[in-house]
């Protein structure tokens, strides 16, 4: 696989899916060796109409129209220095789009991508970008309120792949743990990525107690409609 596309190159994906109010989600794949793995391109619409791109795929032009059809565009979000596969494309297509990452990997995403921001500058109440504390500020995600429900979209905090495809995936899934059996964090994540296991598990109980929490929409795997439990059985395997 390539560190990032540098033309417009589409795999596999579905239909854009409307979550909530002006929340959507694409779900797509990642060409792997013997397998195909999930992963999710999520889509907000601000107050003001406009959208937010977290973690974006390329898709076929039906899609791509579709998506347009919901805003222009105005803030693409690399939620971590892994995750720019396809953010040199979208922001060629996008010139206008601002591109936010996380600090801990602005220069990881400056490969692909100039960065014009590392904090939230959505400006919209109802859509919060947070770095994730206790991961060097390396990885991104979205706290999104619509008529008192609470969804957090998160990034590769923690994976729920249920059904991955093929050998390759299958073989990655269960040696990594990206959740063949149940929402958790992959083994790698908590092995490279996370530097303060205390202060990233004190959060994650914070979120499984914030009024109206209905969903986390992670990357990788199924949406998970039990959030505040997984959230608390994560932080528990912390330590």
């Not at 076929?60 to 979000?77: S, T, V």
């Not at 591109?99 to 939230?120: F, H, L, M, N, Q």
Request: proline share 8%; hydrophobic share 45%; charged share 25%.
């Amino acid at each position: 696989m390539p560190k990032f596309h540098t033309r417009w190159t589409v795999y596999r994906h579905g239909p854009l899916q409307q979550i909530d109010r002006g929340l959507f989600c694409v779900d797509g794949e990642i060409h792997m060796p013997l397998g195909r793995f999930p992963r999710r391109m999520t889509i907000v619409v601000l107050h003001d109409g406009r959208t937010v791109v977290f973690s974006p795929v390329a898709l076929h032009e039906p899609a791509m129209r579709e998506i347009e059809k919901l805003g222009a565009p105005a803030f693409m979000i690399v939620p971590n220095g892994f995750h720019r596969l396809d953010s040199r494309i979208w922001k060629e297509r996008y010139p206008e789009t601002r591109v936010i990452c996380p600090p801990g990997a602005k220069s990881r995403v400056e490969e692909a991508v100039p960065v014009d921001a590392t904090t939230d500058v959505l400006g919209d109440i109802g859509v919060e970008l947070v770095i994730v504390p206790g991961m060097g500020e390396g990885e991104a995600m979205l706290i999104v309120r619509r008529d008192g429900r609470t969804t957090l979209v998160l990034n590769d905090v923690i994976s729920n792949v249920r059904h991955p495809k093929g050998l390759g995936a299958n073989i990655m899934a269960r040696l990594f743990g990206f959740g063949v059996h149940g929402p958790r964090m992959a083994r790698e994540v908590k092995w490279l990525f996370v530097k303060d296991k205390k202060a990233l598990a004190a959060r994650l109980r914070g979120w499984a107690a914030m009024p109206g929490l209905v969903r986390i929409i992670p990357s990788h795997g199924e949406i998970i409609d039990q959030p505040a439990a997984v959230l608390k059985r994560v932080a528990d395997d912390l330590g």
